[in-house]
């Protein structure tokens, strides 16, 4: 922002031009250049009222800040064709402060002032605007007029609204908190969240660039690119989601974490909020969880039957731990919560610390992490072993504490489902053993590994089989090595309005179950590579997830470019 010269600067400019018509503003400033240096000591009233004790029109006063502050000019005809940059602002503060702001042709972001010294009304602005705006002089009375034309049609907010996504919030900057509620930006930021639940979107990614504001919504895991909010500044949208998830709107140098509780229709959202500073602005991730995700079967995973039938086998264990592998975003919790609701029975008291808690099941105690007040994984399972539970979940092992009382959790029988971050089912196994579990312990307590990927699934609106021919094997290669043939039948889809035009509609998994049994619990003793482990467990009737996919495909659940995405040819 420009750097402008002090009002009683400005004062004493006016004195020696001879424009001061008021021997009291005169004799102000004669004593306030020695003894009172204060701004407000020499203008009680205002520049508004200084220009009201000079013999210049708003005009003729504009032009002399001008030239004293060495700044451009603003005509009013030029600020009525600009693009407005209003609607982060409440209208009470435009008009006490008889700011403008703007955007120009070229893009960049103008601040009309008629005061260029109320540092307070500018400082407020560069925090909605940023630090980069530029400053204009405009008149008096060409502020009040195109105020009046662009401010005409914005009320104040309905309150109806903005409780279309209830979330009551107190902040002490309310200053701030003014600038981020406005109707505009309100109604924006409740349409996306609106708009992504209905795309069945799992996160909103808001992306600040230099372009301007970036929205993508990640579905069936793929970010689409969607339209970004109209007529509203970027830090603005990024102050409203601040105020929903109570995060410090003040803060801008700093990452924040938050969470928030909303109402879309007629169901309740849980959303979780990570705010990045980043170099043109902070950007936002919105991670959305449904409170209402439907029934959690087995079904809908898509384990293949013989699968199917070794995990119901496995759940039948009365101790021991079983492991679900994958990267982020791979279905592990849901195939978490939906074996827990297969445990769900009278006869059984079940114990989960999970960070978060995204599926609540009833009859299943749940409880989440927080790590500010000691309560991690590790703590929460020293302290469920003396609730007399049947089953723990540990949403996940991070570190070597957490995965030792893990194991002893199940050795002292109780059954144990937790996650890990692997590639494999096999490579869970030496993951296990360098986060310091002895061998001896993990061969007598760990049962299975499940590995797994989503995949998206087709449209089964638009899908149709197609014959493979020589010239899909030409673009791309990857087909022969996957085992496909010219001649062979395969499904792909067009795209419709069902799937908006991409084929896709949902996810399944691809998976691959590692049940151990006395050769694979040998390799264990002998801390055998994931590599020899994985051939084992394939010579013992276990389904790769590339094998799986490929069945899937031939199905006609889902593409070859699909498994290609999400897995590896071994």
């Given at each position: 922002?420009?750097?402008?010269?002090?009002?009683?600067?400005?004062?004493?400019?006016?004195?020696?031009?001879?424009?001061?018509?008021?021997?009291?503003?005169?004799?102000?400033?004669?004593?306030?250049?020695?003894?009172?240096?204060?701004?407000?000591?020499?203008?009680?009233?205002?520049?508004?009222?200084?220009?009201?004790?000079?013999?210049?029109?708003?005009?003729?006063?504009?032009?002399?800040?001008?030239?004293?502050?060495?700044?451009?000019?603003?005509?009013?005809?030029?600020?009525?064709?600009?693009?407005?940059?209003?609607?982060?602002?409440?209208?009470?503060?435009?008009?006490?402060?008889?700011?403008?702001?703007?955007?120009?042709?070229?893009?960049?972001?103008?601040?009309?002032?008629?005061?260029?010294?109320?540092?307070?009304?500018?400082?407020?602005?560069?925090?909605?605007?940023?630090?980069?705006?530029?400053?204009?002089?405009?008149?008096?009375?060409?502020?009040?007029?195109?105020?009046?034309?662009?401010?005409?049609?914005?009320?104040?907010?309905?309150?109806?609204e903005i409780d279309g996504f209830r979330q009551p919030h107190e902040d002490d900057i309310e200053s701030l908190r003014d600038l981020a509620s406005g109707a505009p930006v309100v109604r924006a930021v409740n349409d996306l969240l609106e708009k992504a639940i209905e795309l069945?979107?799992?996160?909103?990614?808001?992306?600040?660039?230099?372009?301007?504001?970036?929205?993508?919504?990640?579905?069936?895991?793929?970010?689409?690119?969607?339209?970004?909010?109209?007529?509203?500044?970027?830090?603005?949208?990024?102050?409203?989601?601040?105020?929903?998830?109570?995060?410090?709107?003040?803060?801008?140098?700093?990452?924040?974490?938050?969470?928030?509780?909303?109402?879309?229709?007629?169901?309740?959202?849980?959303?979780?909020?990570?705010?990045?500073?980043?170099?043109?602005?902070?950007?936002?991730?919105?991670?959305?969880?449904?409170?209402?995700?439907?029934?959690?079967?087995?079904?809908?995973?898509?384990?293949?039957?013989?699968?199917?039938?070794?995990?119901?086998?496995?759940?039948?264990?009365?101790?021991?731990?079983?492991?679900?592998?994958?990267?982020?975003?791979?279905?592990?919790?849901?195939?978490?919560?939906?074996?827990?609701?297969?445990?769900?029975?009278?006869?059984?008291?079940?114990?989960?610390?999970?960070?978060?808690?995204?599926?609540?099941?009833?009859?299943?105690?749940?409880?989440?992490?927080?790590?500010?007040?000691?309560?991690?994984?590790?703590?929460?399972?020293?302290?469920?072993?003396?609730?007399?539970?049947?089953?723990?979940?540990?949403?996940?092992?991070?570190?070597?504490?957490?995965?030792?009382?893990?194991?002893?959790?199940?050795?002292?029988?109780?059954?144990?489902?937790?996650?890990?971050?692997?590639?494999?089912?096999?490579?869970?196994?030496?993951?296990?053993?360098?986060?310091?579990?002895?061998?001896?312990?993990?061969?007598?307590?760990?049962?299975?590994?499940?590995?797994?990927?989503?995949?998206?699934?087709?449209?089964?609106?638009?899908?149709?089989?197609?014959?493979?021919?020589?010239?899909?094997?030409?673009?791309?290669?990857?087909?022969?090595?996957?085992?496909?043939?010219?001649?062979?039948?395969?499904?792909?889809?067009?795209?419709?309005?069902?799937?908006?035009?991409?084929?896709?509609?949902?996810?399944?998994?691809?998976?691959?179950?590692?049940?151990?049994?006395?050769?694979?619990?040998?390799?264990?003793?002998?801390?055998?590579?994931?590599?020899?482990?994985?051939?084992?467990?394939?010579?013992?009737?276990?389904?790769?997830?590339?094998?799986?996919?490929?069945?899937?495909?031939?199905?006609?659940?889902?593409?070859?470019?699909?498994?290609?995405?999400?897995?590896?040819?071994?």
């Open positions: 922002m420009s750097v402008v010269q002090s009002a009683s600067q400005f004062v004493i400019h006016l004195q020696n031009a001879g424009h001061l018509r008021s021997p009291k503003v005169q004799a102000s400033s004669d004593s306030a250049a020695t003894d009172r240096p204060q701004d407000d000591a020499f203008l009680p009233l205002g520049t508004r009222k200084l220009w009201e004790l000079t013999d210049l029109s708003a005009s003729e006063f504009a032009d002399e800040a001008v030239r004293f502050h060495k700044l451009s000019r603003v005509t009013l005809q030029e600020m009525l064709k600009a693009a407005p940059l209003v609607s982060p602002f409440s209208q009470r503060f435009l008009r006490e402060t008889l700011i403008f702001p703007y955007q120009s042709a070229d893009g960049r972001v103008l601040l009309a002032v008629a005061d260029p010294t109320d540092l307070a009304a500018r400082r407020a602005a560069e925090i909605v605007l940023g630090p980069a705006i530029e400053i204009r002089i405009a008149a008096f009375d060409d502020l009040a007029v195109v105020l009046d034309q662009r401010l005409a049609g914005d009320g104040p907010e309905d309150a109806s069945r979107a799992s996160d909103i990614h808001i992306e600040p660039f230099q372009t301007g504001l970036t929205v993508r919504f990640r579905i069936d895991g793929l970010l689409r690119q969607v339209a970004a909010p109209a007529g509203v500044l970027p830090q603005a949208v990024i102050s409203r989601i601040k105020i929903i998830a109570s995060l410090n709107i003040a803060e801008r140098r700093l990452p924040q974490d938050g969470a928030a509780r909303l109402r879309a229709g007629r169901a309740d959202t849980d959303i979780r909020v990570a705010i990045m500073p980043t170099q043109h602005g902070e950007s936002a991730v919105i991670r959305i969880l449904p409170k209402d995700r439907g029934l959690l079967v087995v079904d809908r995973l898509g384990f293949a039957p013989a699968d199917e039938a070794r995990l119901r086998r496995l759940l039948k264990l009365p101790h021991g731990m079983i492991v679900i592998t994958g990267p982020t975003g791979s279905g592990k919790t849901t195939t978490l919560a939906t074996i827990l609701s297969i445990l769900n029975e009278p006869v059984r008291k079940i114990l989960t610390i999970e960070d978060p808690v995204e599926y609540e099941i009833p009859g299943i105690n749940q409880s989440q992490i927080k790590p500010a007040i000691g309560l991690t994984f590790a703590s929460a399972l020293r302290s469920f072993v003396r609730q007399d539970p049947d089953v723990i979940m540990v949403g996940e092992v991070r570190d070597s504490e957490t995965a030792h009382v893990a194991v002893h959790a199940a050795l002292t029988g109780h059954l144990v489902l937790t996650t890990l971050h692997t590639e494999t089912a096999a490579a869970a196994l030496p993951r296990l053993l360098d986060l310091g579990v002895e061998a001896y312990l993990l061969r007598s307590t760990l049962r299975a590994v499940i590995a797994q990927r989503l995949v998206r699934q087709l449209c089964e609106r638009c899908k149709s089989s197609r014959i493979l021919c020589e010239e899909d094997f030409a673009d791309d290669p990857r087909l022969a090595t996957l085992g496909f043939r010219p001649g062979e039948s395969i499904y792909a889809a067009a795209g419709c309005e069902r799937c908006g035009g991409h084929g896709y509609r949902g996810r399944l998994g691809v998976f691959e179950v590692l049940e151990l049994n006395d050769e694979l619990r040998a390799l264990i003793g002998e801390k055998t590579d994931g590599l020899k482990i994985d051939q084992a467990a394939i010579r013992a009737g276990m389904t790769t997830m590339l094998d799986d996919g490929l069945a899937k495909c031939r199905a006609g659940l889902t593409s070859p470019a699909e498994i290609l995405r999400v897995t590896t040819t071994r």
